[in-house]
């Protein structure tokens, strides 16, 4: 079947089996590996993406359901050189030790923000509950996403 | 994980999915936010031949004030759970059911995830059956022979069972607005692991001017293979003023008798304990609300 997607804002027509998954098609078929998966099972958060601004998990959604919808990778985030706040405050605060669960955790945050533009920590730990981090100990996520929610204030 | 090959179908109407679901017959699945059916089907343990996807169908999205009497709220099956957490409407006339939706799973989940799809399911540890049996809820389903309204009561039949037949669709779901001294709430023991309950209960209840109960009724999941009302606490509580002991007593039993799950995270005696514990808590939290306080 034919389908539609805007990926990072450019609209791209796409001819999937019905049954492919939108992380597969991110990353076979528009070729963004940012995208990670790991689980492959909803629980992990590894494979996060934006969709019309909305964090989803893509392992648990059909590359069919996102025709028509604005999907947004991590690749999607940095304007040209310059990083997103999320990406530079989680350099700054060390918020990644593998990386893999980086991308899910920042597309996440980024809702969270656009939400909440003041998060307190709390509020940030509820935030990522769906995104699983086996590194860090998630303080320094929570404190790269609260960094970057100060940063995006001024 | 990758499904079985399907086909997928998106209707445009409410007409075209039931024409669809006809058509197909068995062979065919409705598919909302998928978070469910989705794991299930990656999981090879359903293999259906054709989603029919309804998640963007007019007829089934939107909440809103309904009409009548009393006033209350009619909530379309394709909301998102994230969708009913963030509704003033919805806090306003049904807190519980707030509650239950901000509970389910995580945002990503809450975010696809839908009320008719959940209810569907029928999960014997889902959130919102706890909510719905509590509130009274009015469940409105359509199929070939037309519309009718099925009651919270008779909807959840089994473990992964309900009362709609083969080819009916949930369009909406309409929960009455709380009494003027009235509230409800709803609160769970999550699986550390999964975040299903283990056990959840919803409350709801009305005062008279004495502070005497007009009208509770309480809604019980995760405890047994199909959620249930605590009927028996119910009765204990019902034309009296409510104390904090009256409330713990009357809710010991709301897990006497039952014929409960038993797994390694929770045996049977642990759940039915929890069901008294919870639904102390859930009418306390529903009468402070009730009383202002
Ligand atoms: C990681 C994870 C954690 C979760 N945690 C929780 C939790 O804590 N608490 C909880 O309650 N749930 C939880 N869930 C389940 C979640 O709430 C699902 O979204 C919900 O159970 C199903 O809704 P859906 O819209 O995704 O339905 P789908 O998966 O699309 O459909 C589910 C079933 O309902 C049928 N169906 C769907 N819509 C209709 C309709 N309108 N009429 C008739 N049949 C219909 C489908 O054919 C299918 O059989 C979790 C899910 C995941 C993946
Ligand atoms: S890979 Fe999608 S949630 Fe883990
Ligand atoms: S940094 Fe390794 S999983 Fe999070």
């Known amino acids: 079947m034919e389908i539609n997607i805007s990926i ?3 609209s791209r027509t796409f001819d999937v089996e019905p049954r492919t998954l939108l992380v597969h098609l991110l990353r076979d078929d528009a070729g963004l590996t940012g995208t990670h998966i790991a689980c492959e099972t909803s629980i992990c958060g590894a494979c996060t993406v934006l969709m019309d601004g909305k964090a989803v998990k893509s392992c648990t959604v059909l590359a069919a359901q996102a025709d028509g919808c604005a999907v947004t990778t991590i690749e999607g985030l940095a304007n040209g050189d ?3 706040p999320l990406q530079e405050q989680f350099w700054e605060k060390h918020g990644l030790q593998c990386g893999f669960c980086t991308p899910g955790m920042i597309l996440t945050a980024n809702q969270l923000i656009a939400s909440n533009s003041n998060p307190t920590d709390e509020e940030i730990r509820h935030g990522i509950e769906g995104n699983i981090c086996r590194c860090t100990g998630y303080q320094n996520i929570v404190d790269a996403i609260s960094a970057a929610a100060a940063q995006m204030r001024e | 994980m990758i499904p079985a090959s399907f086909d997928y179908v998106r209707p445009q109407s409410l007409e075209d999915a039931l024409a669809q679901l006809r058509e197909h017959g068995e062979d065919a699945r409705v598919l909302a936010g998928g978070h469910s059916l989705l794991p299930v089907m990656k999981a090879r343990l359903a293999d259906p031949g054709v989603l029919i996807d309804v998640a963007g169908l007019e007829d089934l999205s ?7 009497s009393e006033g209350g709220v009619r909530i379309g099956a394709m909301t998102t759970h994230a969708e009913i957490e963030a509704s ?3 806090r306003g006339k049904c807190y519980s059911l707030v509650e239950a939706a901000g509970a389910i799973g995580d945002v990503q989940v809450r975010n696809r995830g839908t009320l008719g799809g959940s209810l569907a399911h029928a999960d014997p540890a889902a959130d919102y059956p706890a909510v719905v ?3 009274g809820a009015e469940i ?14 008779d909807f959840f039949t089994g473990a992964y069972e309900t ?3 083969a080819g009916e669709i949930i369009t909406s779901v309409r929960i009455r607005a709380s009494a003027v001294r009235g509230s409800s709430a709803y609160l769970k023991a999550a699986q550390q692991a999964s975040g299903f309950a283990v056990c959840g209960v919803a409350a709801r209840l009305a005062l008279d001017g004495n502070g005497v109960v007009a009208s509770i009724r309480v809604g019980v999941t995760g405890v047994a293979a199909t959620a249930y009302r605590a009927t028996s606490v119910e009765n204990a509580l019902m034309g009296s003023a409510p104390s904090a002991e009256s409330i713990r007593k009357a809710a010991a039993g709301a897990g006497e008798g039952v014929d409960a799950l038993d797994d390694f995270y929770a045996g049977a005696d642990f759940r039915r304990h929890l069901a008294g514990v919870y639904t102390a808590r859930a009418i306390g939290k529903a009468w402070i609300r009730a009383t202002g306080k």
């Open chain 2, 133 to 135: 049996l509590a509130a």
């Open chain 1, 82 to 84: 310059q990083l997103h």
């Open chain 2, 140 to 153: 409105t389903v359509v199929g070939a022979d037309g519309e009718r309204v099925i009651g919270a009561d």
């Open chain 2, 163 to 165: 009362a709609l037949r």
């Open chain 1, 8 to 10: 990072n804002g450019e």
């Open chain 2, 62 to 68: 939107g909440i809103s004030e309904s009409e009548g």
């Open chain 2, 88 to 90: 003033s409407l919805v």
